[in-house]
């Protein structure tokens, strides 16, 4: 430390926000738990809350994955929008799941291409941006 | 609680599609100029037990790095929602790309010519992986010192895999880029289908 206390105040950048880093460590919502328990969840699975926000939810952020999902909405918007890493938010899903209050939509089994019918309409869809 | 449901809207199939790239290779731009939201940003923080230390004192060393993905989304009508992923740019988070490739509709690599050999662990990996991947050379500022085939010579690539160029501000011309590649996944689930 190169400053000395009496001085008083250190000079150099402070820092305010986000640009101080989280102020709890980023696994610490999950209790330490680093992987989901029963199952995985793809980056482009569909989340719906199968109830509306309920009052016993174990901690603000499964509320928020709650409160985000009265709408359908895929894994990785989820957890942007609620500024998790996904690693964190894929346990508290798994929290969720299990307790029944979050019904999960996967993406087609994942060593089959869509159907022609499927391409076209995206093709479809594209064109017509 | 099955009723609480019943009034929403039906559940999208969800698709998606890779666009990698060496790093500064202009993919959220990318992203970006098609997507209906503004790019989102995932993160995954991953820690690592440092590699090539010789640790006696039963301390390991440990990194803590943050791995960003940046990705869009279109809803290409209520059922079918087409949804943009940008890889990470350094290639030591292949495993990232596992889990990005899995069960993806096809790639964009996304070439810069000023520093194409970027762009070669992209298609390497798409190529061992059968990812079906088109490459878009990103003309930065009308710089377009190469034609797509100069570019595919360069690169190496089978004559089956497009080459074109890009502009990857320009709405027009990503959304070319888009139909080109589900164009070509098209070709390819069609010559699949057995006689």
């Given at each position: 430390?190169?400053?000395?206390?009496?001085?008083?105040?250190?000079?150099?950048?402070?820092?305010?926000?986000?640009?101080?880093?989280?102020?709890?460590?980023?696994?610490?919502?999950?209790?330490?738990?680093?992987?989901?328990?029963?199952?995985?969840?793809?980056?482009?699975?569909?989340l719906v809350a199968t109830a509306t926000l309920?009052?016993?939810?174990?901690?603000?952020?499964?509320?928020?994955i709650l409160a985000l999902t009265q709408?359908?909405?895929?894994?990785?918007?989820?957890?942007?929008?609620?500024?998790?890493?996904?690693?964190?938010?894929?346990?508290?899903?798994?929290?969720l799941?299990?307790?029944?209050l979050i019904a999960?939509?996967?993406?087609?089994?994942?060593?089959?291409?869509?159907?022609?019918?499927?391409?076209?309409?995206?093709?479809?869809?594209?064109?017509?941006? | 609680?099955?009723?609480?449901r019943?009034?929403?809207?039906?559940?999208?199939?969800?698709?998606?599609?890779?666009?990698?790239?060496?790093?500064?290779?202009?993919?959220?731009?990318?992203?970006?100029?098609?997507?209906?939201?503004?790019?989102?940003?995932?993160?995954?923080?991953?820690?690592?037990?440092?590699?090539?230390?010789?640790?006696?004192?039963?301390?390991?060393?440990?990194?803590?790095?943050?791995?960003?993905?940046?990705?869009?989304?279109?809803?290409?009508?209520?059922?079918?929602?087409?949804?943009?992923?940008?890889?990470?740019?350094?290639?030591?988070?292949?495993?990232?790309?596992?889990?990005?490739?899995?069960?993806?509709?096809?790639?964009?690599?996304?070439?810069?010519?000023?520093?194409?050999?970027?762009?070669?662990?992209?298609?390497?990996?798409?190529?061992?992986?059968?990812?079906?991947?088109?490459?878009?050379?990103?003309?930065?500022?009308?710089?377009?010192?190469?034609?797509?085939?100069?570019?595919?010579?360069?690169?190496?690539?089978?004559?089956?895999?497009?080459?074109?160029?890009?502009?990857?501000?320009?709405?027009?011309?990503?959304?070319?880029?888009?139909?080109?590649?589900?164009?070509?996944?098209?070709?390819?689930?069609?010559?699949?289908?057995?006689?």
């Amino acid at each position: 430390m190169s400053a000395d206390p009496i001085d008083g105040v250190e000079e150099g950048p402070a820092w305010w926000d986000h640009e101080a880093g989280p102020v709890v460590r980023p696994y610490m919502v999950t209790g330490g738990r680093v992987r989901p328990v029963t199952v995985d969840f793809d980056l482009i699975t569909y989340l719906v809350a199968t109830a509306t926000l309920a009052a016993d939810t174990p901690s603000p952020e499964h509320q928020a994955i709650l409160a985000l999902t009265q709408e359908p909405r895929a894994v990785a918007e989820v957890a942007s929008r609620v500024d998790l890493p996904l690693g964190v938010v894929r346990v508290l899903l798994c929290d969720l799941l299990s307790d029944g209050l979050i019904a999960r939509y996967d993406p087609p089994p994942t060593d089959h291409l869509p159907n022609v019918e499927t391409l076209q309409a995206v093709i479809h869809g594209l064109r017509a941006l | 609680m099955d009723s609480v449901r019943s009034d929403t809207a039906p559940v999208p199939q969800a698709l998606k599609i890779l666009v990698a790239g060496g790093f500064g290779a202009g993919k959220t731009t990318l992203v970006g100029a098609v997507s209906e939201i503004a790019p989102l940003r995932t993160e995954e923080v991953l820690t690592t037990a440092g590699v090539g230390t010789d640790d006696t004192t039963g301390v390991a060393t440990k990194t803590t790095t943050t791995v960003a993905m940046d990705f869009g989304r279109i809803t290409i009508n209520p059922s079918l929602v087409l949804y943009l992923f940008g890889t990470p740019g350094q290639n030591r988070f292949w495993f990232l790309w596992d889990e990005l490739a899995t069960g993806a509709l096809g790639a964009v690599v996304l070439a810069d010519t000023r520093r194409l050999a970027d762009s070669f662990a992209a298609i390497d990996y798409f190529e061992q992986r059968n990812t079906p991947f088109v490459i878009a050379v990103n003309c930065f500022d009308n710089d377009q010192r190469y034609t797509a085939e100069q570019v595919r010579e360069a690169l190496d690539v089978d004559g089956h895999v497009p080459v074109l160029l890009t502009d990857a501000r320009d709405r027009m011309s990503v959304k070319n880029v888009l139909i080109t590649l589900v164009e070509h996944v098209l070709t390819m689930v069609r010559s699949s289908v057995p006689a």
